[in-house]
Nanobody, 127 residues
Framework: VQLQASGGGLVQTGGSLSLSCVASGLTFSTHGVGWFRQGPGKERVFVAFVSWSEGRKYYSDSVRGRFTISKDNAKNTVYLQMNTLKPEDTAMYYC?????????????????????WGQGTLVTVSS
């Protein structure tokens, strides 16, 4: 199983980037997929999540209204469209997937609940 995240780069404040996460060895149509980020010297935190059926989407308070998560099952790809970027969005962004049953309804906010991880793509927002 491999998740390949891409699309990061350097952008000015207010700009946009679109991240992609492509899976091989698993099918996103049967997995919930999340995006997490980890800033310099900080812990990895939840950004966005889409359920296996794409029926549920959740966002952290810090990105809600600016970021949009979507899934293309035919391409086995999950996207994170990031608009109105701020310097505080600077981080390594990771995609993660999981297909298991979880005890808590907000499991998707916890990085430890995800079984598969991509290698990360760096987003830098300049002020």
């Amino acid at each position: 199983v491999q998740l390949q995240a891409s699309g990061g780069g350097l952008v000015q404040t207010g700009g946009s980037l679109s991240l992609s996460c492509v899976a091989s060895g698993l099918t996103f149509s049967t997995h919930g997929v999340g995006w997490f980020r980890q800033g310099p010297g900080k812990e990895r935190v939840f950004v966005a999540f889409v359920s296996w059926s794409e029926g549920r989407k959740y966002y952290s308070d810090s990105v809600r209204g600016r970021f949009t998560i979507s899934k293309d099952n035919a391409k086995n790809t999950v996207y994170l469209q990031m608009n109105t970027l701020k310097p505080e969005d600077t981080a390594m962004y990771y995609c993660a997937a999981d297909a298991r049953t979880h005890r808590f309804s907000t499991w998707y906010q916890r990085s430890a609940e995800f079984e598969y991880w991509g290698q990360g793509t760096l987003v830098t927002v300049s002020s």
